[in-house]
């Protein structure tokens, strides 16, 4: 069965950190970039951060860059976002999101909200 499965995010104040992560299986997770999306109420997805699928390669939306770290774990199967000094603007759903050449593959989603 192909799972794409978060965990990590919750409730921080602003300038704190987080760090979702999610959890593949199912399909050769060593194939397949990996990017977060988030999508803030009434607004539209917006990419976040992407890496290759060796994990050698990074981007970043110029919102979060110098505040976010994508990383990559073949070996473990798992991928994560490191967020730092978080701010309000911050508050969304948080995506992790592989794909391939052929596939791709969506997780469920975990909440981050940033308020004191």
């Known amino acids: 069965q192909v799972q794409l499965v978060e965990s990590g995010g919750g409730l921080v104040q602003p300038g704190g950190s987080l760090r979702p992560s999610c959890a593949a299986s199912?399909?050769?997770?060593?194939?397949?970039?990996l990017k977060w999306y988030r999508q803030a109420p009434g607004k539209e997805r917006e990419l976040v951060a992407a890496?290759?699928?060796?994990?050698?390669?990074?981007n970043y939306a110029d919102s979060v860059k110098s505040r976010f770290t994508i990383s990559k774990d073949n070996s473990k199967r798992t991928g994560s976002l490191q967020m730092n000094t978080l701010k309000p603007e911050d508050t969304a759903v948080y995506y992790c999101?592989?794909?391939?050449?052929?596939?791709?593959?969506w997780g469920q989603g975990t909440q981050v909200t940033v308020s004191s």
């Open positions: 199912g399909f050769p997770f060593s194939t397949h970039a």
């Open positions: 999101y592989a794909r391939s050449a052929i596939a791709e593959y």
């Open positions: 890496i290759s699928s060796s994990g050698g390669i990074t």
